[in-house]
């Protein structure tokens, strides 16, 4: 885990955060914002009460989206990071719903990128003017994981 | 394919609108509507200005979403059919993002449910209380196949 808040300067994470309602409309009516970077990966956040389904726990669509935006905006992060200028594309992904999501604030982290990968994805983009980024993320509730999800995530140089 | 139209009261259609509008409130935010059940499948729909990111084309997270509640509608209508009374839960999805969806109107069809399936689904919930259904739905854009979704459902009978 190479991405440290200390290595990342606040106003990118502020720019993320402005880059996501203001260019997309239901991630700012689902409320997601900004969490923290630390040593566990990269979280964002949604309020259960805007985000629940008729069960009043965390509504799966609600889940997935928080899990894809926020695996994207690690992606932004590193590309940013590396000084990388491109579109950052999601092509598949994949989700487990383990147990309700109760929590009143819903957090999901993405974890880190381990070194070797970040060189590679870094070289392949400098090489190939594109490049590929596995991610996982993780939502609790109860201190229990409730929601795993992976997603495979591309940076397509601007031509 | 046996989920006809003609076998499905109109009010189920409109009971299920219902339903998700007044329960989960980033359905009625996204403006996610019933469109068509008839010989291709099961259909809602979203429009893309709601669902949009910063490409202005459709947000990844409203794809997934209008994609599993279709399917989970999918999930209600054959319960209800058979008059089987349970909470519909989603177990796990995959989703690949073949291409940019442009449509204004973003319609997602979950395919139909094989007799076999129907009847095996019907059996084993009379006979253990709960019973999976593994459905398929796509998304096109310009004629074209642009998401592939697949989702597993669980119905767990009321005790």
Same mark, same amino acid.
């Given at each position: ?41 990269? =979280? ?48 598949? =992904? ?8 109760? =929590? ?54 601007? =031509?």
């Amino acid at each position: 885990m190479t991405l440290r808040s200390i290595d990342m300067p606040h106003e990118l994470l502020e720019e993320l955060q402005t880059t996501i309602d203001r260019e997309i409309p239901m991630c700012s009516k689902m409320g997601i914002r900004v969490e923290a970077l630390d040593e566990r990966g990269f =979280s964002m956040s949604v309020p259960l009460e805007l985000n629940r389904n008729h069960q009043l726990t965390g509504f799966a669509g609600s889940l997935n989206a928080l899990c894809t935006v926020t695996c994207w905006g690690m992606v932004f992060l590193v590309a940013r990071q590396h000084g990388l200028a491109g579109d950052i594309v999601i092509r598949r =992904s994949g989700i487990k719903y383990l147990r309700p999501v109760e =929590s009143e604030q819903i957090v999901a982290t993405c974890t880190g990128v381990a070194d070797a990968e970040r060189t590679h994805f870094v070289e392949m983009f400098r090489e190939k003017g594109q490049a590929k980024l596995d991610l996982r993320a993780e939502i609790q509730s109860g201190g229990q994981g409730a929601v795993s999800f992976h997603g495979s995530y591309v940076v397509l140089g601007k =031509s």
